[in-house]
């Protein structure tokens, strides 16, 4: 078998595309921006959102769904949001096709044309503090906790699968609250959820900081974000959480009753967290041969791979391999036994390392015969024989290992490739190596737009954790009293 | 506290619409014929998603995930689904807004018109096709067992919560075979897994059969379904599997090498079931007061309402409430302990009964004196008094007790309104009552049309184990060798 993927320094932007589509992870659609998720994909995905889920169960938070459509004048009830959105959105205009005149095809009824159209929703504020207004009438309602899960469109010009697609999947948070405290709290905690998730689940590390005015969110007064570092030391967007502050309860007329009868505006949250993850978890963690996947997010965790001669050695072979199976499926592990014989072991070696299988069980008459068995990890790629005996200790122990392993190897990658510039000239040079680099910025709007027109790169966030340090801007030379984070991003 | 809802002999109609508002489940939105699920309606939609994709997945399904939108060409492939789903479609035309010449609104882009229009999904078997045909070359690729979880869209004119709604949430099974056999034994199959979960999750018994040509899915050549009854003697569609022959195969050419290496043509089913499901779930088993819910499917499955007068009382009562709780939680079932003090047990006990939680548990300062806990059943309304460290033993028992009895009684109501017709007086005037009728009819569309039109009743299906049974159609005289079932539908 031919090697299936380029190098990542071959191409990276390649080896990215061809990984999601020879590890069975999604493909383009014939609508245009629009893919298809396939099953191996959407089994990590489901991986996520469950974990995703639970964790906002366990802060409190219940699902709920709203519609599909918004209707045109909601998207413009606040002025920044519908800014923020209208330029990129698909609209419902009728609701009806008809029998062309030749009748061999249909067209749109023109008789069918709505009074008012409707926007497949970029994002979902509108129309959920639109039902708001109707829940929340006093301090008794609040806090209201809901997220949801779906499918949202916004009609990016540029494509690419899982990183930036028109329809993606994606959960969004939607709270409000009684005080300004509770909601920037709320928005704050689940900055610490989204970065826990990523950190623990996915395994790779984040910086979590603010968004600059420029880069808020469309209606938001703060964003915050989880910024992640790619293979190339680019950054992704891993995560964002709003602090919208009343600004659509005033768009919508959403107030309550304080305890002291008083009838004030309610503060408001929004956060969310899409199949963008996928991109993250794949260029993060993935090699030359193929995907690395944590094992917690690992639709597989384990793979057998019998090796045999003749039926009678199959048999045999088989035996002990269903009871390993058994027995490491009663530990918690999701193990998949591939006794195919349309297929050579080394073919399955191959194909598994490609899907990123956290480990690979390989188990002969040699084996039988000595009573052993021939463990591979997928993430450093050693191989070790140990005693079948031990087997469901060793590789339990090896799932927590590499769970870690991968962590601490995405987290010295971006130590090692994060820096400090003090000049404009340094800051280009490091930018054009692929780096996170903390630089001193006079943080005004025309500054940040002029360093991206010249090097591509974005702030993607004031650090939360970035201390007070007197400096001069990397570019006007103007004070500053904080680094920021820049980086080229995806 | 006011009765909330109305009686279901004084109007059955407002009754399921204001259980629906009052419960928690759903509303209405800005959006025409697009509705809310709230909260709680949600909890319930989501357990029938794990228990069902659950089933999915012990049968050999995959989750994937397939774009919300289907370019306009796509639908007029296949040529009976055209026909079926192009006059009551959400078309995009256009993909961006841009601001009026007011500058207070936004206005549609008239420079941003697709070149084709994009459907909102009304169901997906074509755009899943299209793939299909690239993954699909060899019986090696077969059988292809998929299933997606998604929002799909019918332009209905008359619009009504869970039952009848523009958009609404379902899972769509779309399999390719190999042979006839092969498909036409899946379509069965997950007929039979919908009946098992509407039976034995919802406790809604269920007749099997299969529909007649004019009530076939547009493209298939056979749909199986499973319809069971409401309290109103009306019937409702609660699932339908699909065998499509070679239909879409053909229209997307979709064809494989056999293993004697002829080429032929694929073999389809699709199946699906919609939040539809939580309209038959609150009409087959709701009373007066509020939803009733078979435990399988309570997102609280035990409420604990403690009873107190000042604190001294509150503290002793929330205590052992507490001891209750965990007790109950760790036999596995969903408790809630509701230790508000802002409102009174009687409320309490009145919210609880709407919202059909099945087991309410009041424990007060007697009962802490005796060594006791009161238990009341939501189905019977039966309460007892029973000994403290009975409770999970009791509670345990109790729950499948209920289960069985939600089932039990529906399943006796169910029978007790079937009949047989031998004349179309006699069944005219069943349906009148509101009935299941086993009628003989002549097998032609015409009679099932004019029956329609005459009754409003249609052929609900051909079930599956009706015996032959020669007779003279109701309307016609002509001869039929088979009862087929007759009822008027939601």
Redesign the interface.
């Known amino acids: 078998m031919g090697k299936a993927i380029p190098n990542r320094s071959d191409d990276y932007s390649l080896w990215y595309n061809e990984i999601v589509k020879k590890a069975g992870l999604a493909?383009n659609?014939?609508?245009r921006g629009?893919?298809?998720?396939?099953?191996y994909g959407?089994?990590i995905?489901?991986k996520m959102q469950q974990s995703l889920d639970k964790m906002f169960k366990d802060t409190g938070h219940?699902?709920?769904?709203?519609?599909?459509?918004?209707?045109?004048?909601?998207?413009?009830r606040e002025a920044d949001h519908?800014e923020g959105f209208?330029?990129?959105?698909?609209?419902?205009?009728?609701?009806?096709?008809?029998?062309n005149e030749d009748g061999?095809?249909?067209v749109?009824d023109p008789e069918a044309k709505l009074e008012e159209?409707?926007?497949?929703r970029p994002t979902s504020e509108t129309?959920i503090w639109?039902?708001y207004k109707?829940w929340i009438q006093s301090y008794?309602d609040l806090p209201l906790l809901?997220n949801q899960w779906?499918?949202v469109?916004r009609?990016e010009m540029r494509t690419r699968l899982f990183l930036r697609t028109a329809?993606f999947?994606w959960q969004e948070g939607h709270t409000a609250h009684a005080t300004k405290q509770e909601a920037e709290a709320e928005t704050k905690q689940m900055l610490d959820v989204y970065a826990d998730f990523v950190e623990n689940y996915m395994a790779v590390p984040v910086v979590k900081g603010v968004k600059t005015e420029s880069e808020r969110f469309a209606g938001a007064l703060d964003t915050y974000c989880i910024e992640a570092m790619m293979q190339d030391g680019k950054a992704l967007q891993a995560g964002t959480s709003h602090f919208l502050g009343q600004n659509f309860a005033k768009a919508f007329d959403v107030k309550f009753a304080t305890k002291e009868g008083k009838e004030e505006y309610v503060w408001g949250t929004s956060w969310g967290v899409s199949t963008r993850l996928m991109g993250a978890l794949i260029m993060a963690h993935s090699d030359d041969d193929g995907l690395v996947l944590p094992p917690k997010l690992a639709p597989i965790q384990v793979v057998i791979v019998p090796i045999y001669k003749g039926d009678e050695q199959r048999e045999a072979v088989s035996k002990v391999a269903k009871a390993i199976k058994k027995d490491l499926s009663e530990k918690g592990l999701s193990v998949k036994f591939d006794d195919r014989d349309?297929h050579k072991p080394g073919w399955k070696f191959a194909e598994y390392e490609l899907k990123g299988v956290p480990i690979r069980v390989a188990f002969g008459p040699k084996d039988l015969e000595n009573g052993t068995v021939e463990i591979a990890r997928r993430d450093t790629k050693e191989k070790q024989v140990i005693r079948l005996e031990d087997i469901s200790v060793q590789v339990t122990n090896l799932i927590d290992e590499i769970q870690k392993n991968i962590f601490g190897k995405a987290l010295t990658f971006r130590k090692e490739n994060t820096h400090q510039a003090d000049t404009y000239e340094a800051f280009k040079s490091l930018l054009d190596q692929g780096a996170f680099v903390y630089a001193h910025w006079d943080g005004t709007t025309e500054t940040e737009e002029r360093i991206k027109e010249e090097t591509k790169a974005t702030i993607r966030c004031i650090p939360l954790d970035s201390p007070e340090e007197m400096g001069a801007c990397i570019l006007t030379g103007k004070v500053s009293n904080r680094r920021v984070l820049f980086a080229r991003a995806y």
Do not use: Q
Not at 69 to 75: D, E, G, N, R
Not at 88 to 97: D, G, I
């Open positions: 493909e659609s014939p609508v629009c893919m298809v998720i396939k099953p959407f089994a995905w489901e219940e699902n709920a769904y709203f519609p599909l459509f918004i209707p045109k004048s909601y998207l413009s519908v209208a330029k990129e959105c698909a609209v419902v205009t009728h609701y009806r096709l008809k029998t061999d095809g249909v749109v159209e409707l926007i497949v129309v639109d039902s109707n008794r809901l779906a499918n469109v009609w329809e999947l349309t």
